[in-house]
């Protein structure tokens, strides 16, 4: 079970055992998935034109150009069992850059994963070219610290048998103080 990505000027194809799947790169939609055959032809359509549509609410910035030039479709990772694949549509205006980004998942299964991105950038105007900005924050996460515990541990614990059932107690010190009680029954 193999998965398969072919590219032409027009589109993006993927194949595995389930589906044929074909990405448009004038405008980076999920233009058409077809379930597979046996013998590796088209099937039945499962999926025709995966259209998104944004509405935008409020004071806007004047959009200066929605040319298809400002479409970039590229396959990002390709492997014998994952396919990555995004789309990028920016929409310059005077003060800020809308953009549109879609992500297209494939594995060897039955699932497509996709995910849509909006943002905006600060656009600052020179006198030599329009450059976007972009702020990245850091991870606070990647500062976490782990310590172990150096104190003193203890662990004692009790168990009676009385025919088929049995009663059972622990008790452990260490950071934290717990006991643990439980009743049971064996059959041999």
Do not use: W
């Amino acid at each position: 079970m193999t998965l398969t990505c072919s590219e032409s000027k027009k589109e993006i194809t993927v194949k595995n055992n389930h589906f044929i799947a074909i990405i448009d790169k004038m405008n980076g939609e999920l233009v058409s998935v077809f379930y597979r055959k046996k013998d590796g032809s088209k099937g039945d359509l499962a999926l025709a034109k995966d259209q998104l549509s944004i509405k935008l609410t409020g004071k806007m910035d004047t959009i200066v150009s929605t040319n298809q030039n400002a479409v970039q479709v590229e396959i990002e990772e390709k492997y014998d069992f994952y396919v990555k694949i995004s789309s990028l549509i920016k929409f310059p205006g005077l003060k800020t850059e809308l953009n549109l980004k879609r992500t297209y998942e494939f594995t060897r299964n039955k699932n497509i994963y996709e995910q849509v991105a909006f943002y905006s950038s600060t656009v600052k105007n020179t006198r030599s070219a329009r450059k976007t900005t972009y702020t990245i924050e850091e991870d606070p996460i990647t500062e976490l610290q782990m310590e172990g515990y150096k104190g003193l541990r203890f662990n004692a614990g009790i168990r009676i048998n009385l025919g088929v059932f049995t009663i059972h107690y622990d008790f452990t010190k260490a950071m934290y103080v717990s006991h643990t009680a439980g009743l049971g029954f064996t059959f041999r």
